[in-house]
């Protein structure tokens, strides 16, 4: 696909910071280096109709395709459910208009009432080389290969007991709003679609879903997020970045009006494409270590049988509460994500690692983009000693950011697996929250930047950890069924 393949997604270092991944070096003999992305895979039932999509072998520098022969599947889908009939879905992010750093560039058009549309179409055949890789129990290890969680499996039960009412209460809400196959089929279809159409005008372009859609802390309504890696080298995201994405939105406005709505182009720091096909789209270029995030992110939401839950609770209960929306100067979900991670790996008996200590070949940061999903199929379940429930471990979180963490020194690190000072530069400075991105030691929640917005977010820990403290029960701090009724 890349002719330079070797160099793809890796950062500008000189020669002597260059070092070679020993990555194939623990992987099965049996797992060949010219696999495929998995991007280029489609498998499970879907909701889509009327035509059919065959996604074509690709190659990645010199290396001849993998062969496809055999895993071609058909489906025949119903038509999709109506939005409103998706249950527990999580608050769209708002774009302020008055931010500085955030402009809408082209203004929504709105659907004529009435007007009936649908997603990208199929049924779908499908190439994927992916089903002669990963099939078997034996090279799994924690982490489900793509197409395995695609399709409902024994890893989507792996789910610890419940033995109180509040871990059977976070357990019912993780699985009644949870990503569902179906879900991610749809976004994935949409990203083959447009990927299509995108090399029309960018011939050497790749498409990745990235974000809650693969990382395992999805819901049945999440966003998708899509990056489009245009080159190899680092893209100038005020320039060329604005100049790619301006001939993507054209492309979305004029051929793909009927599948595409309201495509508008924000200029903020890392320029967007804002779309909508089921769900909301934010498509970005060459932001690769969304890439790289996507997978370390996922290893941790699946090494654990108690992660999962525990980040999708506290995703609804800080969507309820208004302290999860960058836009507006509160927490992403990125670094909501990030907060409970860490949280895991500085208990007493902790209950996660840091997987870029104990792995730093499967999360090498120069590793060719193309192999960063194979990386943790290798990688083991961690057992800890630490047999806390959904529960207990619910009202911790709130109590250790509401009492215990030092919001003005101290810094969160997943990478370090601990709290660690503040670097004394502009990124971290004057900042109220800072969240160290674990690949490029950016702050994810450098948006928290008034004092008004970091007390409210401390305020609502405060009285969570208070109140499922003395109640333990979650509809105190989060009443799903009211809630429910009203959307």
């Not at 929504?108 to 990208?120: D, Y």
């Not at 976070?170 to 995108?198: G, M, P, Y």
């Not at 270029?285 to 890439?291: P, T």
């Amino acid at each position: 696909m890349f002719p330079n393949s070797s160099n793809l997604g890796r950062p500008p270092f000189s020669s002597k910071h260059q070092r070679q991944s020993n990555f194939f070096s623990i992987l099965p003999p049996n797992i060949p280096p010219t696999l495929l992305s998995y991007q280029q895979s489609v498998v499970p039932p879907s909701n889509f109709h009327s035509a059919v999509v065959t996604l074509q072998p690709m190659t990645y520098g010199n290396v001849s395709p993998v062969s496809t022969s055999g895993a071609l599947t058909s489906f025949q889908g119903r038509k999709r459910q109506r939005e409103q009939n998706i249950p527990c879905g999580v608050k769209r992010q708002r774009v302020d208009p008055q931010n500085s750093d955030t402009t809408v560039v082209n203004q929504a058009v709105p659907l004529q009432e009435g007007r009936s549309r649908h997603s990208f179409p199929g049924p779908i055949s499908v190439q994927s080389p992916l089903f002669h890789g990963y099939g078997s129990p034996a090279l799994t290890r924690c982490v489900p290969p793509l197409q395995d969680t695609l399709f409902p499996d024994s890893t989507e039960t792996r789910l610890p007991v419940a033995k109180d009412e509040l871990s059977q209460q976070v357990l019912e809400l993780f699985q009644a709003c949870r990503q569902q196959a179906s879900d991610l089929n749809r976004k994935e279809l949409c990203r083959t679609e447009l990927q299509r159409e995108i090399q029309l005008i960018f011939p050497q372009s790749r498409l990745y879903l990235v974000g809650s859609s693969l990382n395992g802390f999805g819901t049945r309504s999440s966003d998708g997020d899509l990056c489009l890696v245009v080159k190899e080298e680092p893209v100038n995201q005020k320039t060329e970045a604005r100049r790619i994405l301006s001939s993507v939105q054209k492309l979305f406005s004029t051929k793909l009006t009927s599948y595409i709505e309201r495509p508008q182009l924000i200029r903020a720091k890392v320029p967007i494409v804002k779309f909508r096909d089921y769900v909301e789209f934010d498509l970005n270029v060459n932001n690769v270590v969304g890439i790289r995030n996507t997978f370390l992110l996922r290893t941790y939401a699946f090494i654990e049988d108690r992660v999962r839950p525990l980040v999708l609770v506290i995703k609804k209960w800080a969507s309820f509460h208004e302290i999860n929306d960058a836009s507006r100067g509160t927490l992403s979900s990125y670094s909501l994500v990030l907060m409970v991670l860490h949280y895991l790996q500085t208990l007493p008996e902790p209950i996660l690692p840091s997987l870029q200590k104990n792995y730093p070949e499967c999360f090498d940061p120069t590793m060719q983009l193309h192999l960063v999903h194979q990386a943790p199929y290798t990688i083991p379940p961690y057992i800890s000693k630490n047999g806390s429930s959904l529960g207990d471990l619910l009202i911790g979180f709130f109590k250790y950011y509401a009492t215990e963490f030092d919001w003005s020194r101290h810094m969160i690190s997943v990478r370090e697996a601990k709290a660690i000072p503040r670097p004394d530069g502009s990124e971290w400075r004057n900042k109220f929250i800072c969240v160290e991105e674990p690949f490029d030691g950016t702050n994810t929640a450098r948006a928290v930047h008034e004092k008004q917005k970091f007390d409210m977010i401390r305020g609502e820990f405060t009285q969570a950890w208070r109140v499922l403290r003395d109640k333990k029960d979650l509809n105190f701090i989060l009443p799903l069924r009211a809630d429910e009724q009203k959307r």
